[in-house]
């Protein structure tokens, strides 16, 4: 009965590999969230979806590709690894309002998948 | 700019003591914050929120005040537990906005 998965939880990688991350909620939301969490914790918003239609792009290298097949989905794909991007990403999902306006609802957050790259 | 920034980075704390957590925003024009827990090797879990139309809300041992004339925000955990331990993010955001913007965090530990 978890409310937003994320697989896998630990990713070991060579660099310029490409790898992806998969996120689902069960939740019923229609916002999605990609976070980057550094060695210092500082929690970054890369990407969000509402209702499967990209809603925030950070300045984040295009090497990092965000889908989402429906809307309790969101997958991160990362081309060419580096060693910059290991991290915790963090997927997270909210109820909002229609497109274009975000609410006062919170975000409920993933477990984490913690990308090594070497 | 996009700045939410705690005081104390890290805040020891004897069991059994009240506990207060700071954080400075920048944004006046935020107009929602929440606190969240980050417990070791976990996601961020919601622990209370706060609109910009109240000064001060309570849950259970916690309370979040708000003082936007000096754009401060505070979490105040009462009689602190072992459990409690863990890194407290406030996160700021505006209600036409889907962006949440988390501060630094600041690490709680609690002595027995």
């Known amino acids: 009965d978890t409310a937003v998965s994320q697989t896998p939880k630990y990713l070991v990688t060579q660099m310029g590999n490409d790898k992806s991350i998969k996120c689902e909620q069960n939740?019923?939301?229609?916002?999605m969230y990609w976070y980057k969490q550094d060695s210092k914790k500082f929690l970054k918003i890369m990407f969000s979806y509402n209702n499967k239609e990209l809603i925030i792009n950070e300045t984040v290298p295009n090497r990092f590709s965000p889908k989402s097949p429906d809307k309790a989905h969101l997958n991160l794909h990362i081309n060419s690894l580096e060693l910059g991007d290991s991290a915790v990403y963090f997927c997270a999902s909210s109820q909002d309002r229609s497109r274009g306006r975000g609410s006062y609802n919170e975000q409920f957050f993933g477990p984490g998948t913690r990308l090594t790259v070497l | 700019g996009e700045n939410v920034g705690l005081h104390l980075p890290t805040l020891s704390v004897q069991e059994g003591d009240n506990s207060i957590i700071n954080c400075a925003y920048s944004n006046s024009a935020s107009d929602y914050f929440i606190w969240y827990k980050q417990e070791s090797g976990k996601g961020p879990q919601f622990i209370i929120d706060i609109r910009s139309n109240m000064d001060k809300r309570q849950g259970q041992r916690v309370t979040v005040l708000l003082n936007k004339t000096v754009k401060h925000l505070s979490l105040q955990i009462a009689a602190t537990q072992p459990g409690d331990s863990a890194v407290y993010f406030c996160a700021e955001k505006r209600d036409s906005s889907y962006k949440l913007i988390f501060g630094s965090g600041t690490r709680l530990l609690v002595r027995p």
């Open positions: 939740l019923g939301h229609d916002t």
